[in-house]
């Protein structure tokens, strides 16, 4: 598997080895490895609201975007990750930049995995444990 992580943004200083870390990860526990690869990109308000409106309709920024493409395809998925939204949202839920950046990140590839908490309260309530039990795991045990 490769993940591919491209960085657009200058905003702040965000671990590579970390983001490819969780993620390869959680895909390897979730599906497999194999020789797919997933692209991760980090950028900033405008350039995440272009694409928020252009794809999904919607206006403004939004933390972060996931398009699965299917488990079965040499590119499973793109993530876009707003780091300069993942800032200000941090003191909203009264949490550091990077435990907001990771725990977005592992939301975003559980919908990759084909994770959804908008179909069904069950789903919702699984998807949400399965993030926080990864979260725990990977990102506040190992601070």
């Known amino acids: 598997m490769k993940i ?3 960085n657009e943004q200058n905003i702040k200083k965000v ?5 490819r870390d969780i993620s390869k990860h959680i895909l390897s526990k979730e599906f497999k490895e194999g020789p797919y690869s997933l692209n991760i990109l ?11 409106e252009f794809y999904r309709h919607k206006e403004g920024p939004t933390d972060v975007l996931s398009f699965a493409y299917g488990l079965n395809e040499p590119v499973i998925g793109d ?4 780091v300069q ?3 200000e949202q941090a003191k909203d839920y009264g949490n550091s930049f990077e435990q907001e950046f990771y725990y977005n990140l592992i939301h975003s ?3 990759i995995l084909g994770y959804d908490h908008e179909t069904s309260e069950e789903d ?6 399965l993030q926080d039990s990864y979260f725990s795991l990977l990102v506040i045990q190992a601070e």
């Open 15 to 19: 671990s590579v080895k970390k983001i």
């Open 42 to 52: 980090l950028c900033d308000n405008m350039r995440i609201k272009e694409l928020n």
């Open 85 to 87: 939204r993942i800032e």
């Open 109 to 111: 590839l559980l919908h």
């Open 4 to 6: 591919n992580v491209i």
């Open 124 to 129: 919702k309530k699984h998807m949400f444990e």
């Open 79 to 82: 993530i876009v990750i707003s």
